[in-house]
């Protein structure tokens, strides 16, 4: 059983930065950040593949976030430049024992998850 959990969310203006942590990330596990607006399909942000050789980032964030894994404290974090509104959601921690690498961006493709932690980024 993995369990994950999120923290570092928070109300933040245009144009600042924030960094979100995720205790309990695992080596052998493809592990990603997801998030997800009201009303919105919940979206790939950024994330590793299960050797941990790669780092993928969606467009809409590549540039402005890095990701980062620690593999002997366990722990995920994201850094994010430059918020813009459109960056405000729910950002959960997902790890997947059995993610293949075309399935990276699926949520259906991760076993875990964090409860989540709240960005709010103002104009």
């Known amino acids: 059983q993995v369990q994950l959990e999120e923290s570092g969310g928070g109300t933040v203006q245009a144009g600042g930065s924030l960094q979100l942590t995720c205790v309990g990330s695992?080596?052998?596990?493809?592990m990603a950040w997801f998030r997800q607006a009201p009303g919105k399909e919940r979206e790939y942000v950024a994330g590793?593949?299960?050797?941990?050789?790669?780092?993928y980032y969606s467009d809409s964030v590549k540039g402005r976030f890095t990701i980062a894994k620690d593999n002997a404290k366990s722990i995920m974090t994201l850094q994010m430049n430059s918020l813009q509104p459109s960056d405000t959601a729910v950002y959960y921690c997902?790890?997947?024992?059995?993610?293949?690498?075309?399935?990276?961006?699926?949520?259906?493709?991760?076993?875990?998850w964090g409860q989540g932690t709240q960005v709010t980024v103002s104009s």
């Open positions: 695992r080596r052998s596990h493809a």
């Open positions: 997902a790890a997947g024992a059995r993610t293949i690498q075309s399935a990276l961006r699926r949520p259906s493709a991760y076993d875990y």
């Open positions: 590793f593949s299960r050797t941990g050789d790669y780092s």
